[in-house]
Protein backbone atom coordinates (compact mmCIF):
# COMPACT_ATOMS: atom_id res chain seq x y z
CA UNK A 1 0.00 0.00 0.00
CA UNK A 2 3.11 2.83 0.05
CA UNK A 3 2.52 3.48 -3.70
CA UNK A 4 -1.29 4.91 -2.78
CA UNK A 5 0.25 8.30 -3.07
CA UNK A 6 1.55 7.96 -6.56
CA UNK A 7 -1.60 7.65 -7.82
CA UNK A 8 -3.13 11.66 -7.18
CA UNK A 9 0.70 12.53 -8.15
CA UNK A 10 -0.03 11.31 -11.66
CA UNK A 11 -3.44 12.28 -11.61
CA UNK A 12 -2.53 15.91 -10.75
CA UNK A 13 0.60 15.50 -13.41
CA UNK A 14 -1.72 14.46 -16.56
CA UNK A 15 -4.45 17.26 -15.72
CA UNK A 16 -1.60 19.96 -16.00
CA UNK A 17 -0.76 18.67 -18.82
CA UNK A 18 -4.05 18.86 -20.54
CA UNK A 19 -4.51 21.89 -19.51
CA UNK A 20 -1.07 23.21 -20.77
CA UNK A 21 -1.96 21.63 -23.88
CA UNK A 22 -5.09 22.88 -23.93
CA UNK A 23 -4.58 26.62 -22.70
CA UNK A 24 -1.00 27.04 -24.24
CA UNK A 25 0.53 24.44 -26.64
CA UNK A 26 -3.37 24.15 -28.87
CA UNK A 27 -4.41 27.48 -28.52
CA UNK A 28 -4.44 29.04 -31.61
CA UNK A 29 -6.32 25.79 -32.78
CA UNK A 30 -9.79 25.51 -33.52
CA UNK A 31 -12.08 25.26 -30.16
CA UNK A 32 -13.59 21.52 -32.24
CA UNK A 33 -9.83 20.13 -32.29
CA UNK A 34 -8.37 21.04 -29.28
CA UNK A 35 -9.92 19.07 -26.53
CA UNK A 36 -8.76 16.30 -29.07
CA UNK A 37 -5.24 17.91 -29.30
CA UNK A 38 -5.23 17.97 -25.64
CA UNK A 39 -6.19 14.47 -25.36
CA UNK A 40 -3.46 13.09 -28.04
CA UNK A 41 -0.85 15.12 -25.34
CA UNK A 42 -1.30 13.68 -22.78
CA UNK A 43 -1.39 10.45 -24.66
CA UNK A 44 2.49 11.34 -25.51
CA UNK A 45 3.36 11.46 -21.98
CA UNK A 46 1.42 7.81 -21.43
CA UNK A 47 1.65 5.67 -23.94
CA UNK A 48 5.46 5.02 -25.06
CA UNK A 49 6.55 6.14 -21.39
CA UNK A 50 3.94 3.20 -20.23
CA UNK A 51 5.71 0.64 -22.48
CA UNK A 52 9.42 1.33 -21.43
CA UNK A 53 7.94 1.27 -17.72
CA UNK A 54 6.00 -1.70 -18.27
CA UNK A 55 8.75 -4.04 -19.78
CA UNK A 56 11.02 -2.74 -17.02
CA UNK A 57 8.41 -3.72 -14.35
CA UNK A 58 8.15 -6.94 -16.23
CA UNK A 59 11.60 -8.16 -17.06
CA UNK A 60 12.71 -7.07 -13.26
CA UNK A 61 10.53 -9.92 -11.73
CA UNK A 62 12.12 -13.08 -11.62
CA UNK A 63 9.06 -14.37 -10.98
CA UNK A 64 6.63 -13.16 -13.14
CA UNK A 65 4.03 -15.34 -14.90
CA UNK A 66 0.38 -15.02 -15.20
CA UNK A 67 -0.73 -15.88 -11.43
CA UNK A 68 2.60 -14.10 -10.01
CA UNK A 69 1.92 -11.44 -7.25
CA UNK A 70 2.51 -8.01 -8.19
CA UNK A 71 5.63 -6.17 -7.48
CA UNK A 72 5.88 -2.79 -6.44
CA UNK A 73 7.46 -1.46 -9.44
CA UNK A 74 4.42 -2.95 -11.77
CA UNK A 75 2.34 -1.62 -9.01
CA UNK A 76 3.86 1.72 -9.66
CA UNK A 77 2.95 1.42 -13.52
CA UNK A 78 -0.89 0.43 -12.73
CA UNK A 79 -0.85 3.49 -10.64
CA UNK A 80 0.47 5.48 -13.59
CA UNK A 81 -1.96 4.28 -16.21
CA UNK A 82 -5.22 4.05 -14.04
CA UNK A 83 -4.13 7.86 -13.71
CA UNK A 84 -4.20 8.83 -17.31
CA UNK A 85 -7.39 6.74 -18.06
CA UNK A 86 -8.78 8.82 -15.23
CA UNK A 87 -7.69 11.71 -16.91
CA UNK A 88 -8.65 11.43 -20.52
CA UNK A 89 -12.27 9.55 -19.04
CA UNK A 90 -12.54 13.12 -17.79
CA UNK A 91 -11.60 14.51 -20.54
CA UNK A 92 -14.57 12.26 -22.91
CA UNK A 93 -16.86 13.45 -20.15
CA UNK A 94 -16.94 17.20 -20.65
CA UNK A 95 -16.21 17.11 -24.00
CA UNK A 96 -17.32 14.36 -25.49
CA UNK A 97 -20.03 12.94 -23.47
CA UNK A 98 -22.14 11.35 -26.16
CA UNK A 99 -19.06 9.33 -27.54
CA UNK A 100 -20.37 5.74 -25.44
CA UNK A 101 -17.82 3.76 -26.88
CA UNK A 102 -14.67 5.49 -25.28
CA UNK A 103 -16.12 6.40 -22.96
CA UNK A 104 -16.87 2.58 -21.76
CA UNK A 105 -13.65 1.77 -23.25
CA UNK A 106 -11.56 4.00 -20.77
CA UNK A 107 -14.61 2.42 -17.68
CA UNK A 108 -13.48 -0.95 -18.42
CA UNK A 109 -9.72 -0.35 -18.82
CA UNK A 110 -9.91 1.20 -15.58
CA UNK A 111 -12.09 -2.10 -13.57
CA UNK A 112 -9.03 -4.41 -15.42
CA UNK A 113 -6.36 -2.00 -14.34
CA UNK A 114 -7.92 -1.68 -10.21
CA UNK A 115 -9.37 -4.93 -9.83
CA UNK A 116 -5.72 -5.79 -10.63
CA UNK A 117 -4.18 -3.09 -8.67
CA UNK A 118 -6.04 -3.19 -5.53
CA UNK A 119 -8.46 -6.11 -5.27
CA UNK A 120 -6.73 -9.41 -6.50
CA UNK A 121 -2.56 -7.73 -6.20
CA UNK A 122 -1.64 -11.14 -8.65
CA UNK A 123 -1.83 -10.68 -12.52
CA UNK A 124 0.36 -7.64 -13.48
CA UNK A 125 2.43 -9.73 -16.15
CA UNK A 126 -0.51 -10.02 -18.17
CA UNK A 127 -2.32 -6.66 -17.64
CA UNK A 128 1.14 -5.02 -18.10
CA UNK A 129 2.14 -7.31 -21.08
CA UNK A 130 -1.50 -6.08 -22.70
CA UNK A 131 -0.78 -2.49 -21.43
CA UNK A 132 2.12 -2.53 -23.84
CA UNK A 133 0.62 -4.29 -26.58
CA UNK A 134 -2.02 -1.73 -26.35
CA UNK A 135 0.68 1.31 -26.07
CA UNK A 136 3.61 0.67 -28.28
CA UNK A 137 1.41 2.30 -31.14
CA UNK A 138 0.21 5.13 -29.01
CA UNK A 139 2.86 7.56 -30.65
CA UNK A 140 2.36 6.53 -33.89
CA UNK A 141 -1.25 6.66 -33.68
CA UNK A 142 -1.16 10.15 -31.71
CA UNK A 143 0.92 11.52 -34.19
CA UNK A 144 -1.51 10.26 -36.89
CA UNK A 145 -4.60 11.82 -34.68
CA UNK A 146 -3.29 15.27 -34.77
CA UNK A 147 -2.69 14.93 -38.25
CA UNK A 148 -5.80 13.62 -39.48
CA UNK A 149 -7.31 16.50 -37.10
CA UNK A 150 -5.54 19.45 -39.12
CA UNK A 151 -4.95 18.10 -42.49
CA UNK A 152 -7.97 19.94 -44.22
CA UNK A 153 -6.38 23.38 -43.38
CA UNK A 154 -2.45 22.31 -42.91
CA UNK A 155 -0.69 21.26 -45.70
CA UNK A 156 2.21 19.68 -43.46
CA UNK A 157 -0.02 17.97 -41.67
CA UNK A 158 -1.54 17.01 -45.21
CA UNK A 159 1.70 15.68 -45.64
CA UNK A 160 2.18 13.70 -42.53
CA UNK A 161 -1.21 12.03 -42.46
CA UNK A 162 -0.86 10.81 -46.14
CA UNK A 163 3.27 9.37 -45.45
CA UNK A 164 2.20 8.26 -41.97
CA UNK A 165 -1.31 6.84 -42.57
CA UNK A 166 -0.33 3.06 -44.34
CA UNK A 167 2.81 2.58 -42.27
CA UNK A 168 0.37 3.28 -38.84
CA UNK A 169 -2.06 1.13 -40.40
CA UNK A 170 -0.03 -1.61 -41.17
CA UNK A 171 2.35 -1.30 -37.20
CA UNK A 172 -1.35 -1.63 -35.97
CA UNK A 173 -2.69 -4.31 -38.00
CA UNK A 174 0.26 -6.85 -37.15
CA UNK A 175 0.14 -5.59 -33.46
CA UNK A 176 -3.52 -5.66 -32.80
CA UNK A 177 -4.19 -8.41 -35.45
CA UNK A 178 -1.36 -11.15 -34.97
CA UNK A 179 0.31 -10.17 -31.14
CA UNK A 180 -2.66 -9.09 -29.20
CA UNK A 181 -4.55 -12.20 -30.27
CA UNK A 182 -1.81 -14.82 -29.66
CA UNK A 183 -1.12 -13.23 -26.02
CA UNK A 184 -5.00 -13.43 -25.56
CA UNK A 185 -4.66 -16.93 -26.43
CA UNK A 186 -1.76 -17.76 -24.23
CA UNK A 187 -3.64 -15.51 -21.09
CA UNK A 188 -7.14 -17.41 -21.47
CA UNK A 189 -5.50 -21.17 -21.70
CA UNK A 190 -3.33 -20.16 -18.31
CA UNK A 191 -5.99 -19.30 -16.49
CA UNK A 192 -8.83 -21.76 -18.08
CA UNK A 193 -6.53 -24.84 -16.68
CA UNK A 194 -7.83 -23.24 -13.22
CA UNK A 195 -3.76 -22.70 -12.05
CA UNK A 196 -4.64 -18.91 -11.06
CA UNK A 197 -7.86 -19.77 -9.30
CA UNK A 198 -6.03 -19.59 -5.71
CA UNK A 199 -4.88 -15.85 -5.79
CA UNK A 200 -7.39 -14.60 -8.84
CA UNK A 201 -11.15 -15.40 -8.73
CA UNK A 202 -12.29 -16.57 -11.70
CA UNK A 203 -15.47 -13.81 -12.11
CA UNK A 204 -12.38 -11.31 -12.05
CA UNK A 205 -10.23 -12.91 -15.01
CA UNK A 206 -13.39 -13.81 -17.06
CA UNK A 207 -13.77 -9.96 -17.12
CA UNK A 208 -10.21 -9.48 -17.81
CA UNK A 209 -10.62 -11.63 -20.93
CA UNK A 210 -14.00 -10.30 -21.81
CA UNK A 211 -12.40 -6.88 -22.34
CA UNK A 212 -9.88 -8.22 -23.86
CA UNK A 213 -11.36 -9.78 -26.29
CA UNK A 214 -13.97 -7.05 -26.87
CA UNK A 215 -11.11 -4.57 -27.11
CA UNK A 216 -9.38 -6.38 -30.07
CA UNK A 217 -12.45 -7.40 -31.81
CA UNK A 218 -13.03 -3.80 -31.55
CA UNK A 219 -9.69 -2.30 -32.73
CA UNK A 220 -9.65 -5.06 -35.93
CA UNK A 221 -12.84 -3.32 -37.06
CA UNK A 222 -11.46 -0.02 -36.30
CA UNK A 223 -8.18 -0.68 -38.49
CA UNK A 224 -10.38 -2.52 -41.43
CA UNK A 225 -12.40 0.76 -41.82
CA UNK A 226 -9.32 2.99 -42.23
CA UNK A 227 -7.81 0.73 -44.30
CA UNK A 228 -11.12 0.70 -46.23
CA UNK A 229 -11.13 4.26 -46.10
CA UNK A 230 -7.97 4.30 -47.76
CA UNK A 231 -8.03 2.34 -50.47
CA UNK A 232 -10.94 4.43 -51.29
CA UNK A 233 -9.07 7.37 -50.96
CA UNK A 234 -5.92 6.47 -53.23
CA UNK A 235 -8.94 5.11 -55.82
CA UNK A 236 -10.21 8.36 -56.15
CA UNK A 237 -6.92 10.47 -56.37
CA UNK A 238 -5.93 7.76 -59.45
CA UNK A 239 -9.18 8.15 -61.10
CA UNK A 240 -8.57 12.04 -60.74
CA UNK A 241 -5.28 11.89 -62.14
CA UNK A 242 -6.79 9.71 -65.13
Known amino acids: MDSIPNLPLFFSMFLILYLIAYFIVFRSWSPKVRPEASSCFISLFHGTPAVFLATFAIFSDQNRGFSSPNTKTQNLVLDYSI ?7 LHYLIF ?12 VTLFVFITCRHLVFHGSYAILSLLILAEVT ?3 QNVWTLATARRHDNQLAAKVYSFLSPYFYA ?12 FMYQMGAFYMSGRADHVIPRWVWISWMFVVLTSIGVSILWISNLWFELFKEKKAKLEKEL
Do not use: K, M, Q
Open 138 to 140: SFC
Open 171 to 182: FYSVVRGIFGPF
Open 96 to 107: FPSDILFIAHHL
Open 83 to 89: AYFLTDL
